[in-house]
């Protein structure tokens, strides 16, 4: 048998295109031991959009929905097992993001759904969950909580990093060359989330591959400098953003404001503009001599946005954390994996710098196998 060090982590994001599983280990090094994806069943999809804006007994609606969800995180922990022929026995712990239903931090409470007492039953795996309220309990946004992770795995003394996890929302973490200088991480705004909303109103497709639709449009000037105007992307962090605020009701609210009718074509190029734009500018506010940026998350995918943040950035090298020996698709997952062994390690997975936290927090819940 394995010695117990390999964890598991599990992440469905704001994109809900699916549940992603890894088993790793960190030490003596890490590894990446197997990787899984699943998609999630129709009906559950239907029913956590059912739950994103406010609406008739949600309590119910969602007591039910964090059971299913549970069930489906315990399958696809367990689908990740077999692949690779590994038992219960042989996991530490599993950390589970679980699915957020309504991030707010402006009132101190953020929801993820998806019973961490039905994955450990399920799985016979101790499980780790609700990572991001003790931050919140702290005075911090309780997001972003990868740039520790990011801190730990991907910063070099030689060059300032920057790493852009592109997925519903965007975030980014700065990790300076300067060992004494501090970590800065926090949403950027919109990733895939508008694009992704466009695409499926009009052309029923769940998002945009490759950013081959976006990139047959022009830009709408008018268009995306009345969305940059918005003052999310002029505040300082730490700030954090979700779908209650960039969603299919914003988008049509900003082309209501506009002096012709646009062409649908030309309004998916914007999104793309606005994503690449407002990562770009965040990185930029940092005034780095030099840096590398590392991209991750879905997104980093979508080879005309990848195009559009490379313009946008001259001088900087733009890559995937594929080239860190991490493949874009699985640095979420991981980072789930890496604050469970935190939680049981008793460390902190928080960075007050990022959070704007009172100071650093063991985050997370344990349930016991
Ligand atoms: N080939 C591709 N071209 C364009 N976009 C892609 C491609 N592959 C994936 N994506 C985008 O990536 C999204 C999924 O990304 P990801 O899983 O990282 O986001 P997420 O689940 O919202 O995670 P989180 O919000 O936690 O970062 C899809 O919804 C889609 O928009
Ligand atoms: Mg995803």
Sequence with gaps: ????????????????????????????????????????????????????????????????????????????????????????????????????????????????????????????????????????????????????????????????????????????????????????????GPGNVLMDSWINEHQQLSHDKDGDWAAQGSVIPQLLEQMLSLPFFHEPAPKSTGREQFNLIWIQRMLVLLDQAPNNTDVQTTLAELTATSIAMAIKSHQLDSAEVYLCGGGSHNKYLQQRIQTLLPGYTVATTAALDLHPDWVEAVAFAWLAKQTLDNLPGNMPTVTGASGFRTLGAIYPA
């Design 1 to 188: 048998m394995m010695p117990a060090s390999v964890y598991i982590g599990l992440m469905s994001g704001t994109s809900l295109d699916g549940i992603d599983a890894v088993a790793v280990r960190f030490e003596p090094h890490f590894q990446l031991i197997e990787t899984h994806s699943e998609a999630l069943p129709e009906s559950l999809n239907q029913r956590i959009r059912g739950l994103l804006a406010p609406g008739d007994n949600e309590i119910d609606r969602l007591g039910m929905l964090d059971l299913e969800l549970g069930k489906a995180f315990a399958d696809a922990s367990n689908n990740l097992l077999a692949k690779c022929s590994l038992s219960s026995a042989d996991i530490q712990a599993i950390g589970s993001h679980g699915q957020t239903i309504r991030h707010r931090p402006e009132h101190n409470f953020t929801l993820q759904s998806g019973d961490p007492n039905t994955i450990a039953e399920h799985t016979g795996i101790m499980t780790v969950a609700d990572f991001r309220r003790r931050d919140m309990a702290a005075g911090g946004q309780g997001a972003p909580l990868v740039p520790a992770f990011h801190n730990a795995l991907f910063r070099s003394t030689e060059t300032n990093r920057v790493i852009v996890n592109i997925g519903g929302m965007a975030n980014l973490t700065v990790l300076p060359a300067n060992a004494d200088a501090e970590v800065l991480g926090y949403d950027t």
